[in-house]
């Protein structure tokens, strides 16, 4: 059974940083695409950043470029998201998501959720 916890959010002032991780279970890193994601109130969820072991390719999206950065330890399972110079606008709650196959992060769904981590960036 895949499962996906996401943990590491919390309440930052602007500048600041945080870590995110995604523990991963029931399957391996080895053959999936991790993507995170964050929804803030009254917005559209928004792709943030992907790695895919397989073909190793990273994604980001413009809005967090230079900022963040994915990695992935495949010896735990888990993927981190490394999060500085955070801005008021990257207050929402992160989720990480996975799928299998050889699309990797080009792949246009994600088939399996973690419950979601809330960021908060305020001073």
């Known amino acids: 059974q895949v499962q996906l916890v996401e943990s590491g959010g919390g309440l930052v002032q602007p500048g600041g940083a945080l870590r995110l991780s995604c523990a991963a279970s029931g399957f391996s890193l080895d053959f999936y695409a991790i993507g995170w994601f964050r929804q803030a109130p009254g917005k559209e969820r928004e792709g943030v950043s992907c790695i895919s072991s397989r073909d190793d390719y990273t994604y980001y999206a413009d809005s967090v470029k230079g900022r963040f950065t994915i990695s992935s330890d495949n010896a735990k399972n888990t993927v981190y998201l490394q999060m500085n110079s955070l801005k008021p606008e990257d207050t929402a709650v992160y989720y990480c998501?996975?799928?299998?196959?050889?699309?990797?992060?080009?792949?246009?769904?994600?088939?399996?959720w973690g419950q979601g981590t809330q960021v908060t960036v305020s001073s």
């Open positions: 998501a996975a799928e299998p196959g050889g699309l990797g992060c080009r792949t246009p769904s994600f088939g399996s």
